[in-house]
Structures are given as structure tokens and as C-alpha cells.
């Protein structure tokens, strides 16, 4: 395969994850929605938030990294060349830390006795604080540390739940920590190693089709 090739097939294969990604996530958003709308459960509630911001998330992610990347012939000297880069960085930061926390907040909303409005104002304010220290150290570690230990909390919560029974999206959340650590290989992983990155980018849709199928179950139920 000439090198000309590789690059568009790269290309075309970063585009149909993307968009099919994107789509598993805003589909699991609605449907949670519309189980919150039947229960008014704020656990799910706080739940489909979760990927709300992963979509906004997602769609960042192809918006900068991929159509400014392929579609703008910018000179490499400019600053603006490196500016859709950083926003689009800057903001999957921000979405993830958001993400993150109204995912740890719906495990845990009973035993927190305050305002949503406040709640949902001390989440944004993490998000951004993560975000303006992604932007000062200039180090992915900072964030990184946050999210995992942040998804690495919720599943710690679920599991010491006084309950007989599991909780209901425990398998959910435990899909979705594996989704971001495999999102996080993927980043690492050299361009020369774009198999590698396909096999992780296959596994994270099979992961994503888990988290619709349970929901599709809780939702029947």
C-alpha cells in the first residue's frame, strides 16, 4: 500500500469512528433521558448526563483533531496552526472531568445534602479548575490522574453499596472506565501502530454496544 493511501484510509477509518461513536453515545443520552422522564430516578438522571458530555466530548474530538487536521493546509510555523488543537484538547478536558463527576455523582446524590443548582455550579467549577491546570502545567498526567481516579471512585461507591443486589449500571460503569483507558492507549500509541489503534478503537464501540444493550434491558424492565 503506497504511503498516500495508508494516510487516507487512516483517515476515512478515524471518520467512521468518530461519527459512529458519537452516535452509540448520544443514542445511550436519549434513551437514558427518556428512562429518567418514566422513573424520575435522579440517579439516572445524573447518569445520562455522563454522556451528554462525552457526545460534546466526541464530537470536539472529531471537529479539531480530525476536520481542522486534514481539511486546513496551515503552515506548521504559525500559532494558529497549533490553536484548533489546543481548544479542541482543552475542551475534551473540561467535557471529561464534567463527565466524570456526574457519573461519581450518580452513585452517590442521596448521601450528598445539597442543592442540585449547587452541585451541578461545584462540578463546573472542578472542570474548569482541571481544565486552566491542563493549560498552565502542560502535563496530560493532571487530568489524566483526576478522570481515573474519578471513574476509579464511582466503581469503589457502587461496589460498597448496603444493597443485596448490584447496582444497575454497575456493569456500565465499569465499561465505561475501560473505554477511557482504552482512549488513553490510543493517544499514546504511535502513528506507525495505526492497528493497534483500530483494534482499541473496535473494542471501545463493542464496550459502548454493551452500556445500550443493558440500558435497553433496564429500560424494558
Excluded: C
Amino acid at each position: 500500500m503506497m504511503p498516500g493511501q495508508g494516510m487516507h484510509l487512516n483517515f476515512y477509518i478515524e471518520i467512521i469512528y468518530s461519527i459512529i461513536v458519537t452516535l452509540f453515545i448520544f443514542l445511550i443520552y436519549f434513551k437514558t433521558r427518556n428512562m429518567y422522564k418514566l422513573t424520575e430516578h435522579k440517579g439516572i438522571k445524573y447518569f445520562s448526563y455522563t454522556f451528554l458530555f462525552f457526545g460534546i466530548a466526541h464530537l470536539f474530538r472529531f471537529l479539531f483533531r480530525i476536520f481542522f487536521r486534514y481539511f486546513f493546509d496551515i503552515p506548521k510555523h504559525l500559532m494558529f496552526n497549533r490553536m484548533p488543537h489546543l481548544f479542541g484538547g482543552w475542551v475534551f478536558v473540561y467535557t471529561s472531568v464534567m463527565a466524570g463527576l456526574f457519573l461519581l455523582y450518580s452513585v452517590m446524590y442521596k448521601k450528598i445534602k445539597l442543592k442540585e443548582t449547587t452541585i451541578i455550579l461545584l462540578i463546573n467549577v472542578i472542570a474548569i479548575i482541571t481544565t486552566l491546570l491542563d493549560m498552565w502545567i502542560k502535563n496530560p498526567f493532571v487530568h489524566v490522574g483526576i478522570i481515573t481516579t474519578i471513574f476509579g471512585a464511582t466503581i469503589i461507591v457502587s461496589l460498597t453499596k448496603k444493597s443485596k443486589k448490584r447496582h444497575p449500571f454497575f456493569i456500565a460503569y465499569i465499561s465505561i472506565f475501560l473505554i477511557w483507558l482504552l482512549n488513553l492507549i490510543s493517544i499514546e500509541i504511535p502513528k506507525f501502530m495505526f492497528e493497534l489503534r483500530v483494534g482499541i478503537y473496535v473494542m471501545s464501540l463493542v464496550l459502548y454496544f454493551v452500556i445500550l444493550q443493558r440500558i435497553f434491558k433496564k429500560r424494558k424492565k
